[in-house]
């Protein structure tokens, strides 16, 4: 008898992903069953609705941007041993920041969309300045938080929103900005942006950083064994404040790019949760920028399409989102396996 | 022979597959709104089920979710087919994604609940708030006036008003409160606050009871949940309060004068009836008022009972006159 060769890693990694996805399918078909739709119409529509043609995986694009810079925003903060679950918030102030700028300024056009995007990452800094400086100074555990800052900056930007710069009459939002700040739009066709190659370009020099430069080396080593990084020489608590600062950056960018690229002002409630699934993409890829590429682009085929599964199937909004949190369930579970298998140095941040 | 009997066969197989055109198409329906499980939400939805259930239609509800993002990409999906006759839209948060998608599909009819737009290809199913807030108003401010004398009501010759966001449809609704409050007791002053939010109950409850204490008896709820915090005050307090919208008598029994419904049931199922019986829903601002039972105040029985002969004697005249036009109400802009 002779014995099958052992398949690579990747083999196995792309294998356990495989079977991952089928228990989700075989899971989720049995919910769809429960509610008298065919299991395969339904998986078809959500095909169609996220890339059935240019119009839609311009959706799906659209949708994954934030979820990717966002991703990005998390992956910083864990490569350095942060888990940094504030992005939310600062994704909301960046939004409002930027919007501000777009609507009360007036400035010549690639300025004024400089300038707003520049606040927008100033006010994603800032809002986690806080949390990391008690992060680093007192031992403050930056989980608890970060999350408790997001109800202050969701709030906060509610009564901006509200009290100082409603626009008269309609709904709960600022006026809109002016057409000097707007983002391009790659295609006449679709809300998609030059925000998505922002977020492409973003995770690729990250990764490089990583990659390629001492200083991204530092960071790893803080975030995976920080008593070795001090030991060589590196000062900890600067560094880990440092990779908050950037990361909360990174997450009001995110807001700007939604409010300067598609919604054109800032609403009451723009965006909820799209720093909370940036988080668990970056969690999914393991912490990797470019993985983060493709599981933020696999949760934007999932929201883009369930859209059209709401419309085209008798699949209830509920339905859809159990349907998605299993996908993701199975997805993640087979991960953290290979996790503990591959993976060696040790995370601060255990689960 | 064989050809000419192949040609009537065509001709008959033809007829048959023209025939179900000639019988009343079935009408398709679709409806959109982040609100189907609450307050106005629900009357919408027994209006769609009820025409449903009398004409048949194809019914689809759309939960749009709280994702703005999203907005556009349901409205296009749901308008891109051309497969409904008619889709009913409810939510102001929805109404920059709908007027631009309206514009790239200006065939699909868009039936706008609760306001009109800038829009011209749209149809608007618009409610007289005002009229049935005039009543509410005038009824509030007729038992505010009694004073001591009647039950709960203290010597402040105030009512009150919770309004949710601060926007143009509940400010129609101020408007037709205090118009109806100055026309039936004007020594009675209308306190108004705006909660600016639709889901706070605790908000709303607060408010309420900052109103009661500054000596308003009556406080008129049109806040969505965040009322709810409104109607709770008002038997905490052991005051008076008026529900909007649905008929909220239940929630503080003993303690709520009346509501002043917003039949959105009605409207939808008048809109749909139309388009089923032939008469095609062409855009424009349809508006259901007093006369026809668009909006109307309903009195909670309890605290009518207690209520003096005159009261509701002017209250039925007011109410006459609202609805044949000779009173005439201003609305908000």
Redesign the interface.
């Known amino acids: 008898m002779k014995t099958l060769p052992l398949p690579s890693g990747l083999l196995r990694t792309l294998a356990g992903q495989a079977l991952a996805f089928v228990i989700a399918l075989a899971l989720g078909a049995v919910i769809i069953l429960m509610i008298d739709e065919s299991p395969v119409a339904v998986f078809m529509t959500l095909m169609r609705g996220a890339f059935g043609d240019a119009e839609k995986i311009a959706g799906t694009l659209l949708q994954t941007t934030p979820i990717l810079i966002c991703g990005i925003a998390a992956c910083i903060g864990l490569r350095g041993g942060m888990f940094n679950v504030g992005i939310e918030g600062q994704l909301f102030l960046g939004g409002f920041a930027a919007a501000w700028v777009g609507f009360a300024f007036s400035l010549p056009p690639v300025l004024h969309v400089l300038v707003a995007m520049l606040l927008a990452v100033v006010a994603g800094a800032a809002w986690v300045a806080i949390p990391a400086f008690f992060r680093v100074r007192f031992g403050t555990n930056e989980v608890v938080s970060t999350i408790l800052a997001n109800y202050i900056a969701t709030l906060l930007t509610s009564y901006f929103t509200i009290f100082l710069f409603k626009r008269p009459g309609g709904w709960s939002e600022t006026p809109p900005i002016l057409e000097s700040a707007y983002l391009p739009e790659l295609f006449s066709f679709s809300r998609l942006n030059i925000g998505l190659l922002i977020g492409i370009a973003l995770a690729i020099a990250t990764a490089l950083f990583f990659r390629w430069t001492a200083k991204g080396y530092a960071v790893t080593m803080v975030g995976s064994a920080p008593k070795f990084a001090e030991y060589g020489g590196i000062n900890v608590r600067k560094v880990g404040f440092g990779v908050l600062l950037v990361s909360g950056a990174v997450g009001g960018l995110a807001g700007g790019v939604e409010t300067l690229g598609v919604h054109h002002r800032f609403m009451e409630g723009f965006a909820p949760g799209f720093g909370f699934d940036g988080v668990i993409a970056a969690l999914l890829a393991n912490g990797s920028p470019i993985g983060t590429i493709f599981t933020a682009l696999f949760f934007g085929a999932l929201r883009a399409g369930s859209l059209l599964l709401e419309v085209d199937t008798t699949a209830s909004r509920e339905i859809i989102t159990v349907i998605q949190a299993l996908i993701i369930l199975a997805v993640s579970a087979d991960l953290l396996m290979r996790r503990r298998g591959d993976r060696t140095g040790e995370r601060r941040w255990k689960f | 022979m064989k050809l000419f009997a192949r040609l009537m066969a065509a001709g008959v197989v033809l007829a048959a597959s023209a025939l179900p055109s000639f019988a009343a198409e079935k009408v398709h329906v679709?409806a959109i709104s982040g609100y189907f499980a609450q307050g106005f939400g629900v009357s919408i939805v027994n209006g769609l089920n009820k025409a449903k259930t009398d004409f048949g239609i194809d019914l689809?509800l759309?939960?749009t979710?709280?994702?703005?993002?999203?907005y556009?990409?349901?409205f296009a999906?749901?308008a891109k087919s051309g497969q409904y006759d008619l889709i009913f839209v409810m939510g102001?948060?929805l109404?920059d994604a709908l007027q631009k998608v309206s514009a790239q599909y200006p065939n699909q009819r868009f039936v706008f609940i609760d306001g009109v737009l800038d829009s011209k290809t749209m149809i608007y199913a618009n409610f007289a708030e005002e009229q049935g807030s005039f009543i509410a108003g005038a009824l509030a401010g007729m038992v505010e006036d009694l004073g001591p004398k009647f039950d709960k009501i203290g010597e402040g010759k105030a009512i009150g008003f919770v309004g949710g966001?601060?926007?143009?449809v509940i400010r129609n609704f101020l408007g037709g409160y205090e118009q109806g409050a100055k026309y039936a007791a004007p020594d009675v002053k209308v306190n108004s606050v705006f909660a600016?939010?639709f889901d706070d109950p605790a908000k709303g409850s607060e408010l309420a009871m900052t109103l009661y204490g500054q000596g308003a008896d009556i406080v008129y709820n049109v806040a969505g949940p965040t009322g709810e915090g409104v109607m709770q005050a008002s038997a905490t307090a052991d005051k008076y309060s008026l529900g909007v919208d649905i008929d909220m008598c239940a929630s503080a029994p003993g303690n709520v004068l009346a509501s002043m419904l917003k039949r959105g049931d009605v409207a939808v199922y008048a809109i749909i009836k139309d388009e089923v019986e032939g008469r095609k829903v062409t855009p424009g601002t349809r508006t259901f008022d007093l006369a026809s039972g668009g909006v109307e105040v309903k009195m909670c029985e309890d605290v009518a009972a207690k209520l003096p002969a005159e009261i509701k004697a002017k209250l039925e005249t007011i109410h006459k006159d609202v609805a044949d036009g000779k009173i005439k109400i201003a609305r908000a802009k």
């Open positions: 679709a689809k759309v939960d979710g709280n994702r703005a993002l999203d556009e990409e349901q999906n749901l102001w948060e109404v966001r601060d926007i143009p600016g939010t």
